[in-house]
C-alpha cells in the first residue's frame, strides 16, 4: 500500500482511538474512521469497533491490503477531547486540513490537559450539594454534600497520582466508603438533618452515568457486544460503590451499636 494511504489510514486509526480512549459510543468512533478515509480518498474502508477494541481493513484502487488492530482498555469520560476529534472530522471532510496537518492537530488534542484538580474537586462538591437538594435536603445537608463530595475528590486524585494504577473495583470501594464516613462525620457535627440525602447526594459523583448511557445507546444501535461491555462495566463500579458504602455501615454499626439511617 501506498505511504500516502497508510498515513490516511493510521490518521484515521489513531482518531478512532482517541475517541474510544475517551468514552465515545461505537457507532460515532466507526463514522469518524470512515469519514476521515474518505475524505482522503480511500473508499473501501472496513472499521469493526468494540468497547476494548478497532480492527481496522481497508484496500485502495490498486488492491493493495491494510490491516490495523488497536486494544483500548475502558477509560472514563473525556467529553472535551471527543468533542475536539468530532470538529476536526468536519473539517478535515470540508478540506480544511492536509494529512501532516491534521496529524498535528490529533497531537495537539492528545496533548490537551483535562479539567484541573481543584476544578474536578469542586464540580463532585456541587454536584453532591446539588442532588442531595433534589432528593429533599437542605441548606446545612447541601453543605454537608458539598463538602462530602468535595473530599471524595480530594482522596480519589491522590490515588490517580499514584504510581502503581489502582483497580477499578477497589477504587471505587474506596471512594464508596470514604464518601459515606465523610457524610456520617458531617451529618455528626451537626451539618443537616437528613442522613439519607446526605449520603445519596455524596455518592453520586461516583456513579457511572456517562457509561451507562452509553451503554444504551450502543444496544439501540445495535452494537450489543459492545454495549454489554459497557453496561457490565458500569455494573462493576456501582458494586464497588455499593460494596464501600456498605462496608462503612457495618463498621459504623459495630462501632456505635445502631444504624445511621
Not at 481497508?58 to 493493495?64: F, L, P, T
Not at 496529524?103 to 483535562?114: A, D, N
Amino acid at each position: 500500500m501506498e505511504n500516502e494511504d497508510k498515513k490516511v489510514l493510521d490518521l484515521s486509526m489513531e482518531a478512532g482511538r482517541i475517541l474510544l480512549d475517551a468514552g465515545a459510543e461505537i457507532f460515532r468512533v466507526e463514522e469518524t474512521i470512515k469519514r476521515i478515509a474518505m475524505a482522503f480518498g480511500i473508499e473501501k474502508c472496513s472499521p469493526f469497533v468494540m468497547s476494548t477494541g478497532i480492527f481496522l481493513t481497508a484496500e485502495n484502487e490498486e488492491g493493495e491490503m491494510y490491516a490495523s488492530v488497536k486494544h483500548i482498555p475502558i477509560q472514563g469520560a473525556k467529553l472535551h477531547r471527543i468533542a475536539a476529534v468530532n470538529q476536526l472530522s468536519r473539517e478535515i471532510v470540508e478540506g480544511k486540513y492536509t494529512i501532516e496537518e491534521a496529524e498535528k492537530k490529533l497531537e495537539e488534542i492528545k496533548k490537551e490537559p483535562g479539567k484541573s484538580d481543584i476544578s474536578r474537586m469542586l464540580a463532585s462538591g456541587v454536584g453532591s450539594g446539588g442532588f442531595c437538594y433534589l432528593l429533599g435536603g437542605q441548606a446545612m445537608d447541601m453543605l454537608a454534600a458539598f463538602l462530602s463530595g468535595f473530599l471524595l475528590y480530594v482522596v480519589l486524585l491522590a490515588f490517580e497520582k499514584r504510581e502503581k494504577t489502582t483497580s477499578k473495583i477497589v477504587l471505587n470501594m474506596i471512594g464508596g466508603f470514604c464518601v459515606s464516613l465523610f457524610a456520617v462525620i458531617f451529618y455528626r457535627m451537626g451539618l443537616g438533618n437528613a442522613p439519607g440525602s446526605i449520603l445519596v447526594g455524596s455518592v453520586m459523583p461516583l456513579v457511572p452515568g456517562v457509561s451507562l448511557v452509553n451503554a444504551v445507546r450502543d444496544f439501540a444501535e445495535g452494537n450489543y457486544i459492545g454495549g454489554g461491555v459497557r453496561f457490565l462495566d458500569a455494573l462493576m463500579v456501582a458494586l464497588g460503590i455499593a460494596l464501600g458504602v456498605s462496608l462503612m455501615h457495618v463498621v459504623y454499626f459495630r462501632m456505635t451499636g445502631g444504624s445511621l439511617l
